[in-house]
Structures are given as structure tokens and as C-alpha cells.
């Protein structure tokens, strides 16, 4: 399995942006998906965004696709979200993920390599 470390979160007040970072170590097959997720305290684990890897095609899901970026760097292995626009229901820890395919599925199960997460909080 390739390595995902996320980086960039931290503390934002509503309204202002912040972009976090997935690096992803190793050689990932050209199959996988990459994609965040985000959870919050108590609530169940949901996706984002996600790309296939070699493909480029992306999804991002309803809630934030007015708002956020996903600007992936193929020949560096970074995966980028880039958020604007953040509101408190943002808050949560974000998680960079691959899934063994190109489907990108929303179902957290799917996919089966997590990095750790970056917290990302947003004052009111």
C-alpha cells in the first residue's frame, strides 16, 4: 500500500479558506482512486471529494462543490483541497483515502487506505 500523509488544517474563521494536502508515498498503481473524507465528532465518516488517479475524472459531493477545489499534482503525488467559503458545519477532521479502483465511491467501507487525518476547526 502506498503512504497518505495530510497536512494544512488548523483553525479558520468562517468565511475564510484553508488548504489541506495529501501526499502520497510509495508508487500507487494508475487503478486507484485518491480521495478526502471528513468526520466530525459523533457523525459518521463522508466524502468530499475523490479523483482517479491516472484518470482525472472527479467527484465532489453537494455540499461543498460550490465551495471547494481538488487540484490533484500527478508527477508530484499530491492531492490537494483547496476550501473557501468555510462554514462551522465544515469543521471536522479531514482524511485523505485511496480506494483499489476508479470508481469513487461516497461509501467510506470502499476505500481501504486512510492516512491519519488534519484537523480542520471553523469559528463562527
Known amino acids: 500500500q502506498v503512504q497518505l500523509v495530510e497536512s494544512g488544517g488548523g483553525l479558520v474563521q468562517a468565511g475564510g479558506s484553508l488548504r489541506v494536502s495529501c501526499k502520497i508515498s510509495?508508487?500507487?498503481?494508475?487503478?486507484?482512486?485518491v480521495g478526502w473524507f471528513r468526520q466530525a465528532p459523533g457523525k459518521e465518516r463522508e466524502f468530499v471529494a475523490g479523483i482517479s488517479w491516472a484518470g482525472g475524472r472527479r467527484d465532489m459531493s453537494d455540499s461543498v462543490k460550490d465551495r471547494f477545489r481538488m487540484d490533484r499534482d500527478y508527477a508530484h503525488n499530491t492531492l490537494d483541497l483547496q476550501m473557501n467559503s468555510l462554514k462551522p458545519d465544515d469543521t471536522a477532521k479531514y482524511y485523505c483515502?485511496?480506494?483499489?479502483?476508479?470508481?469513487?465511491?461516497?461509501?467510506?467501507?470502499?476505500?481501504?487506505?486512510w492516512g491519519q487525518g488534519t484537523q480542520v476547526t471553523v469559528s463562527s
Open positions: 510509495g508508487r500507487p498503481r494508475t487503478s486507484i482512486s
Open positions: 483515502a485511496t480506494s483499489p479502483d476508479d470508481r469513487l465511491q461516497y461509501d467510506p467501507s470502499t476505500w481501504d487506505n
